[in-house]
């Protein structure tokens, strides 16, 4: 787990909320995804896709949900099913089954056969990226501040006790109460990375990773 990079992402969501951007994206990896789609669940994002270097087309945004269940569980079974159809095409690919232009127009407006990615995201991990769609209310950014509680140098674990304390606004363990309106706070468990009330419902520990507001 790199805190290092989750710092960059954190900042790079601020900057592009400041920006007033409605679509940006980061670097794909595990923490990523898991952080996107907490964030999605408590409201302060839109979407989370996976792609390529350029932005997805508006139609994949507002595709009909293809799984059963909340949104949030909808929206990880399509991301594993991306990852799984991209390594699918860059066996195909070091194969020699590569695709040419027409195959490539089929496959980015769906019509391609059920062998081929629907969604163009590079075969190459390296090129890949996760589209995170902003949300804005009354022309202010729902996602203000995103800043990282635990530091590479310093990583801040705490007890279900200890959250307990936090969310109801009292600081514990070298961590500041959650004291603002909306404001949230996530921490990786052996569960996966959860918001620090559930944490509290579930009485689970863990890492603090950051607080949004």
């Known amino acids: 787990m790199s805190l290092v990079n989750l710092a960059a992402v954190c900042s790079h969501l601020q900057n592009a909320s400041k920006a007033r951007l409605g679509?940006?994206?980061?670097?794909?990896?595990?923490?990523?995804?898991?952080?996107?789609?907490?964030l999605q669940?408590?409201?302060?994002?839109?979407s989370v896709t996976l792609g390529g270097p350029a932005p997805p087309k508006p139609v994949l945004l507002q595709k009909?949900?293809?799984?059963?269940?909340?949104?949030?569980?909808?929206?990880?079974?399509?991301?594993?099913?991306?990852?799984?159809?991209a390594r699918k095409l860059e066996r195909r690919q070091k194969k020699g089954y590569l695709l040419n232009?027409?195959?490539?127009?089929?496959?980015?407006?769906?019509?391609?056969?059920?062998w081929s990615y629907k969604e163009i995201v590079p075969a190459n991990p390296g090129q890949r990226r996760l589209w995170v769609g902003l949300k804005y209310w009354?022309?202010?950014?729902?996602?203000?501040?995103?800043?990282l509680v635990s530091k590479p140098t310093r990583r801040i674990w705490v007890n279900s006790d200890d959250l307990a304390k936090i969310?109801?606004?009292?600081e514990s363990a070298f961590v500041k109460g959650l004291t603002r309106t909306g404001e949230c706070m996530f921490v990786t468990t052996d569960k996966g990375i959860m918001e620090a009330r559930e944490c509290?419902?579930?009485?689970l520990g863990g890492m603090v990773l950051c607080r949004v507001i």
């Not at 679509?23 to 907490?38: C, F, Q, R, Y």
């Not at 009354?138 to 800043?147: D, Q, T, Y």
């Not at 509290?200 to 009485?203: D, Q, Y």
Request: hydrophobic share 35%.
């Open 41 to 46: 669940k408590q409201g302060f994002i839109s």
């Open 64 to 85: 009909p949900p293809k799984y059963r269940g909340t949104p949030e569980e909808r929206e990880a079974k399509n991301l594993a099913e991306q990852l799984r159809e």
């Open 167 to 170: 969310t109801r606004g009292r």
């Open 101 to 114: 232009a027409r195959q490539l127009e089929k496959v980015a407006w769906g019509r391609a056969p059920e």
């Open 23 to 38: 679509l940006t994206s980061i670097p794909v990896s595990k923490l990523h995804v898991a952080l996107m789609l907490g």
């Open 200 to 203: 509290v419902e579930r009485k």
């Open 138 to 147: 009354k022309n202010e950014p729902v996602l203000n501040k995103m800043n």
